[in-house]
């Protein structure tokens, strides 16, 4: 019966272990890549999940043009 709860135990710990502590209390969003033409279009990417540092780093990130197209990441 001992070894039946300490086996017990040691799953649970070893479940607890293997979930992303960090994870379930991390703000997460969604984020797409906007694309602008020089003539004013707009192109959508796909909607893309994000995480913590990642999702912060889109929301910060600046507009970037190059040859007359701007891209930026759009998050919600």
Known sequence: MKKRNLLISALFVFVLGMLPACELIEECGTCELVTIDADGNKTFGTPLPFCGDNLEEKQNSS????GGITTYWDCY
Do not use: E
Request: without cysteine.
């Open 63 to 66: 507009p970037v043009t190059v």
